[in-house]
């Protein structure tokens, strides 16, 4: 029956304690937003750190290809792209979880793991994905003081405040290698270390969305340390180098006990099928990985060099984006490049007051980019 006195607000107040106080992810701002709003065309969208060459084309050939079954529903144990993923890693398919990007990865091991009274560990200007999946579950967010502006990683993680903060209710650390925003990264002595430092039974998320960018030779490809730290979950994305965003997939690496956890919180058929077919033709596509890479180099460099000379300082990156302070306010920044047609990132929400993030582009993206922003600051 329904009452009279109850308020639309009433229902916020009967949510879930922490689901009331959540900050909702605030996405990049659509390019079809941006040219109906302004009443433009052509806008440039560097903001979400998509890939500007868009999709392998053995991806899209395999959607096309499989556009008559989009009736049936896709293989929930999505079988053929595991077996590839099982291949390329050199695992068994019973420790490949298949997510819905690798947001869903991020959200179901803290569904798994998660719940009030526990806690996960994460570094300030950490991906803000990982405060609200914690929050979601009700559990604590601990969160462990960066390094210092002008360390040799600015803004990065510091693994030894990742120690220090570790107690009997922690379950989880993310770690984002390389990070987002900050395009900071750890080396393999540092990460092997503080992984043996870290009690066996909490499980350490390395999430590596740009891994195929990095081409530091002491980078470390963490999915071959799984046999000896069984406490790890590698995640991996289809949606930055492979240029699939929008069909949404990306891949959890864990022992057999851990993607089993998470198998269990998952939606029968979390991944849709031309997401599925086309991951499986993108791997098949080292090609436009390694266009993708050098585009991104040039772009880098281009970048980098454009707004050094503008006098800025941009923290050297080694994903497919660049995060640089451009005044008090990387929002007014991000307001006043809008009617010119760019769209970047301000990441003053990532406790970053006054930077900027921008997704390296093609070259007369990153151009624009760069003569807009001399024209507003
Ligand atoms: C560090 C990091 N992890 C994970 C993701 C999630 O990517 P997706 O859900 O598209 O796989 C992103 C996306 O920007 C990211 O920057």
């Known amino acids: 029956m329904q009452n009279s006195n109850t308020s639309i607000e009433s229902f916020i107040v009967l949510a879930n304690p922490s689901i009331q106080s959540l900050t909702p992810y605030a996405p990049g701002k659509p390019i079809s937003e941006l040219e109906r709003e302004y009443g433009i065309s052509n806008a440039v969208k560097l903001a979400s750190n998509e890939?500007?060459?868009?999709?392998?084309?053995?991806?899209?050939?395999?959607i096309k290809q499989n556009l008559d079954n989009i009736a049936i529903y896709p293989d929930g144990n999505a079988f053929e792209l595991k077996s590839?993923?099982?291949k390329?890693?050199?695992?068994?398919?019973?420790c490949i979880t298949i997510g819905n990007g690798s947001n869903e990865i991020l959200e179901l091991i803290?569904?798994?793991?998660l719940a009030p009274g526990l806690?996960?560990?994460?570094?300030?200007?950490?991906?803000?994905?990982?405060?609200?999946?914690?929050?979601?579950?009700?559990?604590d967010a601990k969160i462990a003081k960066a390094l210092a502006a002008d360390s040799d990683q600015p803004y990065g993680h510091d693994l030894d405040e990742f120690i220090k903060l570790i107690d009997d209710r922690t379950r989880l650390i993310m770690i984002a290698n390389p990070n987002n925003p900050t395009g900071t990264w750890i080396d393999r002595a540092k990460l092997k270390s503080f992984?043996?430092?870290?009690?066996a039974n909490i499980v350490i998320v390395i999430d590596e969305a740009y891994f195929e960018y990095v081409k530091q030779a002491d980078y470390p490809d963490t999915s071959t340390w799984l046999n000896e730290f069984p406490n790890l979950l590698v995640t991996r994305t289809f949606s930055k180098i492979y240029g699939l965003a929008a069909l949404r997939i990306?891949?959890?690496?864990?022992?057999?006990?851990?993607t089993d956890m998470l198998?269990?919180?998952?939606?029968?058929?979390?991944?849709?099928g031309l997401a599925q077919v086309a991951a499986c033709g993108a791997l098949e596509d080292q090609e436009f990985v390694d266009q993708s890479v050098d585009l991104n180099r040039i772009g880098m460099a281009h970048l980098t060099d454009g707004l050094i000379r503008m006098g800025l300082h941009p923290i050297a990156s080694v994903g497919n984006f660049i995060s640089v302070k451009v005044g008090d306010s990387g929002t007014s920044v991000f307001e006043k490049l809008l009617p010119k047609g760019i769209i970047i990132r301000p990441i003053d929400n990532y406790q970053m007051p006054g930077f900027i993030r921008v997704t390296v582009g093609k070259n007369e993206e990153n151009s624009r980019f760069l003569q807009a922003l001399s024209d507003v600051i």
């Open 250 to 258: 990306g891949y959890g690496l864990a022992n057999e006990a851990i």
């Open 88 to 94: 390329k890693h050199n695992v068994t398919e019973s």
């Open 110 to 113: 803290t569904r798994a793991y």
């Open 119 to 139: 806690n996960c560990i994460f570094s300030e200007h950490a991906f803000a994905v990982y405060p609200i999946v914690t929050q979601a579950c009700g559990a």
């Open 84 to 86: 590839k993923l099982a």
């Open 195 to 199: 992984l043996k430092e870290v009690p």
């Open 263 to 272: 198998n269990r919180v998952r939606q029968p058929f979390n991944v849709n």
């Open 51 to 62: 890939n500007s060459l868009g999709a392998s084309p053995k991806a899209l050939a395999a």
